[in-house]
């Protein structure tokens, strides 16, 4: 791990430490990224440790510096080390949204990553079509679980026709020898019809329910279709028919999982909920959420935990508060009903709903977390001025933002705000803590 920066006054910098140096192992163990530091550091017994560096770089021919340093932190120790290269996906799958994306967004938008490590640190997605016998060890000496893991198909001939890979090996076996080393994977089933419903997916349910305890959850999800897809294989969307009879084999599989587990152990994405125009599970029929991150179980959490806190704001809230929530065309409706009941007509608060278009991706591209900052813009300087009147607070997707506050076409909230010509915006995932912090001017944090 090569070093960028080395703190003035720091123990790296006093233990004589360099820009440029390569860090190569500590306590006599090779770090190959930052996982391994995070690893040997976790379990290392001392307060000292042998730090070895190779002068000049990974490439340079200088000499092996070995020091002593604290069992902390690279940065607590002065050090800012290089990020860790990513593996990247060597599949062509037939749904792949990286392929759908248009030009000019986000560059990050267009990595395909297929990376262990970070599925284990981030909970991303991966095939294991990439994983070595070394990957397969160092995640059993590790103990990388849980991890992630796009199954789609059980039955191998399926699953390579979705994949674009001929060679992809068996996912049953990689899934099993995961098994051994006592790793649990949470899974995820991307629908693609025709193709992996029907009695494909009964099979591949099947299949994972025999890996017993360690699939700890399945998610069904539907495919996601951009509008542009020119020269790319043909999908069928997954429409409200198809969505009724995956739900079906879906609820069936759980009501027999519960018997077996306790637990539902496989959801379906709201999506495919609001497609079928069925009503969601209850909130307990999400189990502990494990999927919440893939848009399995969102709105039912965030309805009970809008209905809960909404008292936050009795006596919080001293004059009529009007705010404005933007969302995807999909949700509204649920979204809407949520608000109407956590702040009935008689209450401080009147909240209002701006179902937003996503004109970017394409009309079948519904969630939130999608939502382009032209369309949330133009969708709040609609809105208002078809109601003829503004709202006090503007809420936007706090989902639909990177952690560097950039939406998918790199807008930030402020230049929203602009386009929109409103005041005061602001992106959250807190719905509450939002109103909150804006009825006391600051005081609450969201």
């Known amino acids: ?4 920066t080395v703190e003035r006054g720091s123990p790296a910098a006093l233990a004589g430490i360099l820009p440029d140096d390569d860090l190569v192992a500590v306590a006599g163990r090779p770090v190959r990224d930052s996982l391994d530091l995070i690893y040997i550091l976790g379990w290392a017994d001392e307060e000292s440790l042998a730090w070895v560096f190779r002068r000049g770089g990974s490439a340079g021919a200088g000499d092996v510096v070995s020091v002593d340093l604290p069992a902390d932190p690279a940065d607590t120790l002065g050090l800012a080390l290089a990020a860790d290269s990513t593996r990247t996906c060597g599949n062509a799958c037939t749904f792949c949204f990286v392929d759908q994306l248009p030009v000019g967004l986000r560059p990050g938008l267009y990595v395909r990553d297929e990376d262990y490590r970070l599925s284990f640190a ?3 997605y991966v095939t294991l079509t990439n994983l070595t016998d070394e990957d397969h060890e160092r995640i059993c000496e590790q103990r990388l679980s849980p991890l992630y893991v796009s199954v789609h198909a059980t039955d191998d001939t399926v699953r390579r026709r979705m994949l674009g890979n001929p060679n992809a090996p068996s996912i049953l076996v990689a899934l099993r020898r995961l098994a051994t080393a006592g790793t649990r994977v949470h899974t995820q ?3 693609c019809p025709g193709v992996n419903d029907g009695d494909v997916l009964d099979a591949t349910l099947a299949d994972l329910a025999g890996l017993g305890e360690t699939v700890a959850s399945i998610a069904v999800v539907p495919v996601g279709l951009t509008a542009h897809r020119d020269g790319l ?4 969307p997954v429409s409200a028919e198809a969505s009724r009879a995956v739900l079906t084999i879906l609820e069936r599989r759980q009501r027999q999982f519960r018997r077996e587990r306790g637990e539902a152990i496989v959801y379906g994405a ?4 609001l497609t079928a125009e069925w009503e969601l599970p209850p909130y307990d029929g999400y189990d502990d959420f494990p999927q919440l991150e893939n848009g399995v179980g969102l709105l039912r959490s965030f309805e009970a935990d809008l209905r809960e806190r909404a008292r936050d704001l009795e006596g919080a809230v001293d004059r009529a508060l009007v705010i404005d929530v933007v969302t995807g065309e999909l949700a509204a409706p649920f979204l809407a009903r949520a608000l109407r009941e956590a702040f009935p007509p008689r209450s401080d608060i009147q909240a209002l709903v701006t179902p937003t278009r996503n004109t970017l991706l394409g009309p079948s591209v519904t969630v939130a977390g999608l939502l382009p900052g032209r369309d949330m813009a133009l969708a709040l300087e ?12 503007f809420l936007l997707p706090g989902e639909a933002f990177n952690e560097d506050g950039v939406t998918l076409d790199g807008m930030t909230v402020d230049e929203i705000a602009r ?5 005061p915006v602001v992106a959250t995932r807190d719905l509450v803590g939002a109103v909150l912090d804006f009825a006391t001017g600051g005081e609450e944090t969201p």
């Not at 791990?1 to 960028?4: F, K, R, Y």
């Not at 294989?233 to 069928?236: C, F, L, T, W």
């Not at 709201?270 to 909920?273: Q, T």
């Not at 609609?382 to 607070?393: I, P």
């Open 189 to 191: 089933i991307v629908i």
């Open 1 to 4: 791990m090569l070093v960028q």
């Open 233 to 236: 294989p043909a999908i069928d």
């Open 122 to 124: 981030y909970g991303n």
């Open 270 to 273: 709201d999506e495919l909920y």
């Open 419 to 423: 386009a929109a010509g409103r005041t």
């Open 382 to 393: 609609r809105k208002t001025l078809e109601r003829g009147f503004a709202a006090d607070l």
